[in-house]
């Protein structure tokens, strides 16, 4: 395990203003959500969001993070994003999170008869060494994920 990648749920300004911040997870079920659709529809932010606001009303069905932002900044709902990246989208809100239940681990992996291939073996040392300039941008910046964490 290199990293882990923190998420929370982010909102369009103009979304906010016009249907506002929910106050709790239990408050989700008022509001509009976006989600993953088809391949990715087993994510584990869909079943977050099924489970926590089974009321809610799917506002548009995505199937990447950029349609996701998308979705979000076009005021069709709520959307569950890493902390990485909604951090970075000036249009977006964080309206709940860090939701700790959403956590995206990142493993360093390979097969076992690879380990020691020279190209992986480098590709290793390098990463390894780099860890501490990579794991920031994977795992976001520590520094804006102050605030309470939602647990459901």
């Known amino acids: 395990r290199v990293a882990e990648t923190p998420w929370a749920i982010y909102a369009s300004r103009a979304y906010c203003e016009r249907h506002g911040k929910p106050a709790d997870i239990a408050a989700l079920d008022g509001h509009s959500i976006a989600l993953f659709d088809v391949e990715l529809g087993e994510h584990s932010s869909n079943r977050w969001f099924k489970s926590v606001a089974p009321k809610a009303r799917i506002g548009a069905r995505c199937n990447s993070i950029s349609a996701l932002i998308a979705a979000a900044k076009s005021r069709a709902g709520l959307a569950a994003l890493p902390l990485v990246v909604g951090e970075a989208e000036s249009d977006l809100v964080r ?12 493993f360093l992996v390979t097969h076992c ?6 190209r992986v073996r480098a590709f290793f040392d390098f990463f390894i060494e780099n860890l501490p300039a990579i794991r920031p941008l ?5 520094a804006k994920m102050q605030g309470p964490a939602v647990s459901s």
């Open 95 to 106: 309206m709940l999170g860090p939701v700790p239940e959403l956590t995206t681990p990142f």
């Open 113 to 118: 008869d690879l380990r020691e291939a020279p």
């Open 138 to 142: 994977l795992g976001g910046d520590p």
